[in-house]
């Protein structure tokens, strides 16, 4: 199945926007989503809608299932020892800040240190931060070099034997750098470090094997890989999962509750209180099983034969400005036109029905390093045609004739 023929099963992309096909070039930011998720979740709410692990009633039962066999399609997807292992959350941020509230917090203390990248998203950067705050821990940053990219010598200079946690980004939401995790997991690992992987750009687009890269944690969210908003789940190894506390309390995780004191479920339910996001792990179970028809392997090959193809095409845009690698890099190129404000670039390409990002990217320390207030970004995702490329760069080469002054 070729792009043209996927973006078919994807309704919204068959509308016009501003009088033009609409060109959706913002899939690092949020996913759209094929018809096979969004009936799974309309099926759920006309036929399954009950609590789960909680009534003996058919609905129940239907629901619990379902929720579960949500939890085993992620398992299998990242290739979990369990589904033990796999607690969902509401994405990838609350599953970053549950690890360093619930783990981080206990391990860290005066002298130690946090070791994180400059390239972070704010998700995976604050969390730290207050961390940091809260226990006395220094918090540490790999250098990134020229081209934004990061060094193993540069991790083997930054992590120490005081190192408590290593997170970094799979894949740079602004750089589009793919980062060498299984290898910076070895650096961390040796110096007796827990490594936590920020997955948000990287499950959707790779194959990711938590096994194999040997990840304490893993962290990413459904709606930026076909699936709905508010739901993401949080890898640990189960030894890791049964050592923390958890950090919501109330209902579905208790065992037993007595007036002064009570006790938690087992794994993973103890990290899952109040009434669990169900239609969302539904739709991310759904998005799994789309993802998975058509192969990551695939995917992953016509992301990049696409960056490959648009870099070449915008390079040669006079005055235009792309950030980070020129290859080896994931699905998405983020660039500034001359003087041109990244906003007023996107309201002109979104006059042509190209709907781009534009801003900080919730990556402030980065467009600091970069010297850029904000930046635009082209990101594709499976649906995305070099057609579209083709519009995207004939909309820009529009904008630089119109704010032509401020190219030079």
């Not at 399609?73 to 690890?99: D, Q």
């Not at 739709?283 to 090959?301: H, K, N, P, V, W």
């Not at 003087?339 to 979104?350: E, K």
């Not at 900080?360 to 467009?367: E, G, R």
């Amino acid at each position: 199945m070729n792009s043209k023929e996927i973006r078919q099963l994807f309704p919204i992309l068959q509308q016009e926007v501003n009088g033009h096909p609409l060109v959706y070039l913002d899939s690092a930011a949020s996913s759209q989503k094929p018809v096979s998720v969004i009936e799974a979740i309309k099926h759920y709410y006309e036929t399954d809608n009950a609590n789960v692990h909680r009534g003996v009633h058919t609905l129940g039962s239907r629901a619990t299932d379902a929720y579960e066999g949500a939890r085993e399609k992620v398992a299998k997807f990242i290739n979990a020892k369990s589904t033990e292992e796999i607690i969902f959350t509401r994405g990838t941020t609350s599953a970053l800040n549950l690890v360093a509230a619930g783990y981080a917090r206990s391990v860290c203390g005066e002298g130690d240190e946090i070791v994180i990248t400059a390239m972070e998203h704010h998700s995976n950067l604050i969390p730290w931060q207050q961390t940091a705050k809260a226990t006395g821990a220094t918090l540490k940053y790999i250098p990134l070099q020229e081209d934004g990219s990061i060094s193993l010598a540069d991790a083997e200079r930054t992590i120490t034997e005081r190192t408590k946690v290593v997170s970094v980004t799979y894949v740079s939401n602004v750089l589009g750098v793919v980062n060498p995790i299984k290898e910076i997991a070895a650096i961390a690992h040796r110096h007796g470090a827990k490594m936590v992987v920020d997955g948000a750009q990287s499950t959707p687009h790779l194959q990711v094997d938590v096994q194999d890269l040997d990840c304490d944690f893993y962290a990413f969210s459904g709606h930026k890989m076909c699936g709905p908003t508010g739901i993401g789940a949080l890898y640990g190894k189960k030894s890791l999962l049964q050592e923390m506390e958890p950090v919501e309390f109330g209902g579905e995780m208790i065992d037993h509750v007595d007036l002064y004191d009570s006790t938690w479920k087992d794994l993973p339910w103890k990290f899952e209180g109040g009434t669990p996001i169900i239609a969302g792990a539904v739709g991310l179970g759904a998005a799994i099983d789309f993802l998975q028809s058509i192969g990551m392997e695939e995917i992953d090959r016509h992301e990049r034969q696409l960056a490959a193809y648009a870099m070449d095409r915008m390079s040669q845009i006079e005055g235009l400005e792309i950030y980070g690698p020129r290859t080896g890099r994931a699905g998405l190129i983020t660039f500034n036109l001359g003087d041109v404000h990244a906003h007023d670039v996107a309201t002109v390409l979104d006059t042509d029905g190209i709907a781009i990002r534009a801003g900080h990217h919730c990556c402030q320390p980065l467009m600091r390093i970069l010297n850029a207030s904000s930046t635009a970004r082209a990101s594709f995702y499976l649906y995305n045609t070099e057609e579209e490329v083709d519009k995207l760069v004939a909309s820009l080469q529009k904008t630089k004739e119109y704010f032509g002054h401020a190219i030079g």
